[in-house]
């Protein structure tokens, strides 16, 4: 078994600190493709919040493997980075007051600036991953590894039991559908 799993299945908690890096590493770069010019202030409470998440349930009979493990964190940081943009729009739809804005003014999250062009960018590659998951399931798989976990091919190919070579194809394909979904 290997030093992450080991980590995080309790074994040798004293490498809980660069297991942490490494998901700190990767998720610098959460939606690089399509969100650029998101502001990665909040990158460290995703971290913090898909670690507690992955600490509090973890699977089971624990990680089989270091890409089980970074599958589950991709998938921590996608839900913690959704729940934290779910609450940015919430926000956003109340006056300091309490009372709602309008619906026109909900909507137009576009003319709030760049921090609510990056949350709805987030609820939008969320729905449009959930939606690809219900016609191509690997093909989801494979995105949400890559955009919210910035994953490479090698370590997702573990994970989902296949080749380098079909995730790249995968990914190309997935990309490829997310692009016209999404615009």
């Given at each position: 078994m290997g030093e992450i799993t080991e980590c995080v299945n309790g074994r040798r908690p004293e490498t809980?600190?660069?297991?942490?890096?490494?998901m700190r590493r990767l998720s610098s770069s959460i939606l690089q493709?399509?969100?650029?010019?998101?502001?990665?202030?909040g990158i460290t409470a995703v971290v913090h919040e898909a670690w507690a998440r992955l600490q509090s349930s973890p699977p089971p009979m624990g990680w089989d493997s270091r890409a089980h493990f970074f599958g589950s964190a991709c998938r921590a940081m996608r839900q913690a980075l959704v729940d934290e943009a779910r609450k940015s729009v919430a926000a956003k739809r109340r006056t300091p007051g309490g009372k709602a804005v309008g619906?026109?003014?909900?909507?137009d999250l576009r003319s709030i600036g760049s921090r609510a062009e990056s949350v709805q960018r987030i609820l939008d590659v969320d729905a449009a991953v959930a939606e690809l998951a219900k016609a191509e399931p690997r093909w989801a798989a494979v995105a949400e590894m890559k955009l919210f976990g910035n994953l490479p091919n090698e370590l997702i190919a573990e994970r989902l039991g296949a080749s380098r070579r079909t995730i790249e194809r995968d990914w190309e394909s997935a990309s490829q559908w997310l692009r016209d979904r999404l615009g």
């Open positions: 809980w600190p660069r297991v942490y890096v490494e493709h399509e969100c650029s010019n998101a502001r990665r202030e619906a026109e003014e909900a909507s």
